[in-house]
């Protein structure tokens, strides 16, 4: 597509964030309490256009090729994002679930699901995309340099023990046989790779020239032999009847015609089935997908070109203001720096803690953001009950003004703000080049100095941080020596002990942090249902279908992780618990959000703690490296594989071992650290979540519950791979193997499939087609969990505190229709 187009769908999908602006600033300003029906329908079509607008601007973002408009695009992008989960966060606390089904509201706006439905943004990725592949190299460097030292010393170990047995047997090292089959062995062992196959070339030919040789030497027998027969008279050779071949000639023509004829009506037939989406083809056409993938990284190229323009003019731009600024800027920052420092000397009589580079730095000194003397004295002294009480008390007040008439009020955004700057900056410099013909919008020379302004003050400020640093390293010695024989000993806050390089390198030999392989959250598979919002409206049990497990991982962990802007203005959510049976795809899930957001992925599970950290100074000391690393390398995500486990009532035998329940007291303060901007989000994965106490249900903001498979979901799952295999009929009975297998797991079904479609058999499909009996026999052979297990875990759902609201809701609408009969 054309820079045109794309720029007229920027047009038009700006004015719709107008519309959609006022919309929300008149909601937001209707303080007026409602009902929540009246709500409901209110929020869901704001919230669905902000769906398709950010579907939009994902798409501009991704495609549009000057670099000041993507970055204004990505500014609005993040508002647009944050706005919409906390639409979502209403919804989900007025219908007590994280699915809704829209189908009402889709009519009236004439959209398919697939006019909402958002797909993680390309540039999650791509931007640091040399950064994570060094990240994983480094990390496979730092495992394989431990495993060879390991290695190593298991050689010495095993070298020292032979020299021992050789000493007390000294005839057996007199007696070396020069040719004794373990020295050919060991010889064949030292060569290497490219010997070992250029030898098995050679014998390989070898034998099949001298078989090729054989044969050619017993064909010259028998044509010898024949052509003395013909001379010695024994072979008369036979009369060829000229009709009898022409008949012959006639009837394979027309059986050959015949044939031919069915194939091409088969083709003709199986190729519109294919169009209809009726079947699936073994060799797919990639041709346009690889054209699409084409013309996309000529717009990434064309990007980078924009940049490097810009980068140009930006350079030239940037020594001019720096060589008539800079000198007055850093006298002003030194002189204000020593300003703070008397100021908490006079006051406390140490210096306060510098902030850290990432922080901000003396940008936070400057604005005010930084602790004063006083409010550091008033956070040390005070108590600990106040703080609890403060909190309680604050909660109270807020449920009394949520719960009073049993009415919903619209909570403040500050991303209205946020918006508002962005259109005012939006109709200040880009107003009057918003027309789709303005292709090539040239660089602003206004934006550029404004930024290089503040580019100025950050990078004076990195300097002078730097000198002040070691200035204020100088002045904590002198103060350290000043009050050496003090009693009590004197304190002042320091700063961080170990470098957070010997951390990383520390917990990656540890295998805490891991790599994680390459999937996608495309290749879920999944179909959503289409009959929950009929059952739903007549009051009848519906349950949500792996298709919309999809879009709650893209809406909750994605999105807010994958950009610091979004983390700091969306919703807050800290911990998520993936609950769902064995082999239902847990692990794979938490595989595809590391690759689309290139998290760090840390890996607290029991199991993988045994013999580290044991104590609980270690334990407390690598939650500390954790938590710096995590902050360091956003985003992060801490993984915990039986994430229900360290809450469990009872621990079996062999659980106690791994001494799961030592998380139990650390992980709540892991999470109550995290805060907006962090980046980093608890992920557990629970299998019997149902035999936790119930401090597990206030652990995790949200529960994330793996439904069973359905009809839907099995023959998209069963069509799409087994008819990758070429070979297979395309009328294989699909609908009754999906039937008969309804609730296997979908990991398990792949390896059925795999185990059944061997290379011996694959090669047989020709003549022996693929019967649905096969697999079937193969998925017997699992153990499918027991009907108790089923139960509890479509029960556990309505422990969970959205359960246990959504319980309360229905006994209600029960109340209401048994009232009415």
């Known amino acids: ?49 902000y769906r398709n607008i950010i579907q939009r601007l994902i798409q501009c973002y991704d495609q549009i090729i000057p670099s000041q408009k993507r970055q204004f695009i ?3 992008l993040d508002c647009s994002i944050a706005r919409m989960l906390e639409y979502k966060r209403e919804i989900v606390k007025l219908n007590c679930s994280e699915y809704e089904w829209f189908d009402d509201f889709l009519i009236k ?67 070396a046989p020069s040719a004794s089959p373990n020295n050919l062995s060991d010889d064949i062992i030292n060569e290497t790779d490219e010997q070992l196959l250029y030898n098995a070339i050679l014998i390989i030919q070898s034998h099949e020239r001298t078989r090729i040789g054989r044969a050619n030497a017993i064909q010259i027998e028998r044509d010898n032999l024949h052509n003395i027969k013909l001379k010695a008279g024994e072979i008369e050779l036979k009369k060829v009847n000229t009709e009898e071949m022409e008949k012959a000639a006639e009837t394979i023509q027309r059986y050959w015609r015949g044939y031919a004829a069915r194939k091409r009506i088969e083709k003709y037939f199986n190729r519109v089935e294919e ?25 990434q190229e064309l990007q980078e070109q924009a940049l490097i323009q ?3 003019t930006i350079n030239r731009e940037r020594i001019k203001i720096f060589e ?29 803690i510098f902030p850290t580079v990432k922080a901000g730095g003396t940008i936070l000194v400057a604005t005010g953001q930084s602790l004063t003397p006083e409010e550091y004295f008033a956070k040390k002294n005070e108590p600990k009950e106040k703080k609890k009480k403060k909190k309680k008390e604050k909660k109270k007040k807020n449920l009394k003004k949520k719960n009073k008439d049993n009415n919903w009020i619209m909570p403040e955004s500050k991303i209205l703000q946020n918006v508002d700057e962005i259109k005012r900056e939006f109709n200040d410099n880009w107003s009057l080049n918003n027309d789709p013909a303005h292709l090539n919008d040239q660089d602003d020379i206004k934006l550029i100095q404004n930024e290089i302004y503040y580019e100025l003050q950050l990078k004076v400020r990195e300097i002078v941080d730097e000198l002040m640093r070691l200035e204020l390293e100088q002045l904590n010695s002198a103060l350290r020596k000043d009050h050496k024989h003090d009693k009590p000993k004197f304190k002042f806050p320091g700063m961080k002990k170990k470098e957070i390089d ?13 790599n994680y392989p390459s999937v996608k959250l495309d290749q879920w598979m999944g179909d959503v249902s289409y009959q929950n919002f009929e059952a739903k409206k007549n009051f009848k049990p519906y349950q949500h279908r792996l298709g919309e497990i999809k879009q709650t991982i893209i809406d909750y962990c994605i999105l807010p992780l994958g950009n610091k802007q979004v983390h700091s203005l969306a919703p807050l959510v800290k911990s998520i618990c993936i609950v769902g049976l064995p082999c239902t795809g847990k692990s794979f899930l938490i595989n595809a ?176 087609p693929l019967l649905p009996e096969e697999i079937l026999t193969e998925l017997i052979k699992w153990t499918s969990p027991k009907d108790k297990v089923t139960r509890q875990l479509e029960l556990f759902e309505n422990k969970t505190p959205l359960g246990k609201k959504k319980l309360k809701i229905s006994k209600r609408n029960n109340d209401k229709i048994s009232t009415k009969r």
């Open 593 to 768: 959000i590391c690759n689309e957001i290139g998290a760090l992925l840390f890996d607290l599970t029991p199991n993988n703690l045994i013999g580290k950290y044991e104590d609980k100074a270690g334990r407390k000391f690598l939650m500390k490296m954790i938590n710096i690393l995590a902050r360091h390398y956003p985003p992060a995500i801490i993984m915990i594989d039986g994430g229900d486990k360290p809450w469990w009532r009872k621990l079996p035998p062999a659980e106690r071992s791994m001494q799961p329940r030592k998380l139990a007291k650390l992980l709540p303060k892991l999470i109550k650290s995290i805060k907006r901007g962090d980046q980093i989000l608890v992920l557990g994965l629970a299998s019997e979540p149902w035999k936790s106490k119930k401090r597990f249900y206030k652990i995790y903001n949200k529960f994330i519950i793996l439904p069973s498979t359905d009809y839907n979901t099995l023959y998209l799952y069963y069509q799409n791979i087994i008819m990758n295999y070429h070979g297979i009929d395309r009328n294989f009975d699909i609908s009754s193997l999906t039937k008969a297998t309804i609730g296997y797991p979908i990991d398990i079904i792949r390896e059925a499939i795999e185990n059944v479609l061997t290379i011996q058999r694959r090669i047989k499909l020709k003549f022996q």
């Open 109 to 175: 706006m004439k959209w398919t699901p697939d006019n909402i439905a958002i797909s993680p943004p390309s540039s999650y990725t791509t931007a640091r995309q040399k950064e994570l592949e060094q990240r994983h190299q480094l990390i496979d460097s730092l495992i394989e340099k431990s495993e060879l030292a390991k290695e190593s010393e298991n050689n010495l170990i095993n070298e020292k023990s032979s020299t021992s047995t050789v000493e007390l047997n000294p005839t057996s090292s007199s007696q």
């Open 502 to 514: 010997e951390m990383f390198n520390e917990l990656v030999l540890a295998r805490i942090i891991k």
């Open 310 to 312: 810009i980068e140009d």
């Open 324 to 352: 008539k600024k800079s000198p007055t800027l850093k006298e002003d920052i030194i002189d204000e720096i020593h300003e703070w420092f008397n100021l908490w000397y006079d006051a406390l009589g140490h210096f306060g």
């Open 275 to 299: 169009v209809l989406g009726m079947k699936i083809s073994s060799v797919k056409n990639k041709s346009a997908m690889e054209k699409d993938q084409e013309n996309f990284r000529k717009r």
């Open 1 to 49: 597509m054309s820079n045109y187009f794309y720029n007229k769908l920027w047009k038009t999908t700006y004015n719709d964030v107008e519309k959609l602006h006022t919309l929300d600033n008149a909601i937001q300003t209707n303080v007026i309490s409602k009902p929540k029906e009246i709500v409901l329908t209110q929020i869901l079509p704001i919230y669905l256009r």
């Open 74 to 76: 990505k500014r609005l």
